[in-house]
């Protein structure tokens, strides 16, 4: 059974490109959630998605954007691109966390922006 | 709003020897709460998780955490330490229903080394 995948594994880009990472849940997962983890810090949360819909977002600016598949795989979009938008992008799959149910994350997609 | 605080960077600790790493929390009801361990260049892997009951719980690898509402705290521990173990560990919240939140809340990380 495949856990949690991400594609790419490293990328690298300038300031005000677009970029796109993509999530493969866990099978069985219909809740897909993202996250950003600076150099050094906890991962910070930028949102959540269950039944193809947005249903929490962090505080985190309208440049970050997503999408859930039917599959239950995702997507985050970044626009406009900035230095500080470096960092390690991590998918974690679930149940609905409605529960106590745990998440499961990914490797993790490392953004590097020049 | 919900949060963690781990309020150390580093713990160090002489393989063989027990292990704690700290974490207290806050929200605006009861939490479920959850330790996730990371090594390098790897993405977080899921320990252990308090929901309700008991409030010792055991996890993988030997790993145990103590839920304690009254100090709000939830401390991660190990009998005997591996040099394996080193890693950065983060602790997590999430308030219960009714409260809105569906996201984790992490801490900032301690970094774990386990000392030949």
């Known amino acids: 059974d495949a856990g949690v995948t991400q594609s790419p594994t490293h990328l690298i880009k300038t300031r005000g490109q677009q970029v796109t990472l993509r999530c493969s849940p866990k099978s069985g997962h219909d809740t897909v959630s993202w996250y950003q983890q600076a150099l050094g810090q906890g991962p910070q949360f930028i949102f959540q998605?269950?039944?193809?819909?947005?249903?929490q977002r962090g505080n985190f600016p309208d440049r970050f954007s997503g999408h859930q598949f039917p599959n239950y795989s995702s997507e985050l979009n970044v626009n406009a691109l900035l230095l500080g938008d470096s960092a390690l992008y991590l998918c974690?799959?679930?149940?609905?966390?409605?529960?106590?149910?745990?998440?499961?994350f990914g490797p993790g997609t490392r953004l590097t922006v020049l | 709003a919900q949060s963690v605080a781990q309020p150390e960077d580093q713990v160090n600790v002489a393989e063989g020897n027990p292990l704690t790493v700290k974490c207290t929390y806050s929200?605006?009801?009861?939490?479920?709460l959850f330790w996730y361990v990371q090594y390098p260049n790897r993405g977080l892997q899921f320990l252990l998780k308090?929901?309700?009951?008991?409030?010792l719980v055991k996890g993988s690898y030997g790993f145990e955490a103590e839920f304690n509402k009254s100090q709000t705290s939830f401390h991660l521990k190990k009998p005997s330490a591996l040099v394996s173990d080193s890693a950065l560990y983060f602790c997590?919240?999430?308030?219960?229903?009714?409260?809105?939140?569906?996201?984790?809340?992490f801490g900032s990380g301690t970094q774990l080394t386990v000392l030949p």
């Open positions: 974690a799959s679930s149940l609905p966390t409605s529960g106590g149910n745990e998440q499961f």
């Open positions: 308090y929901i309700t009951g008991d409030n």
């Open positions: 929200v605006s009801g009861n939490p479920y």
């Open positions: 998605y269950y039944e193809e819909e947005e249903r």
């Open positions: 997590a919240v999430r308030d219960r229903p009714p409260g809105s939140a569906r996201q984790l809340t």
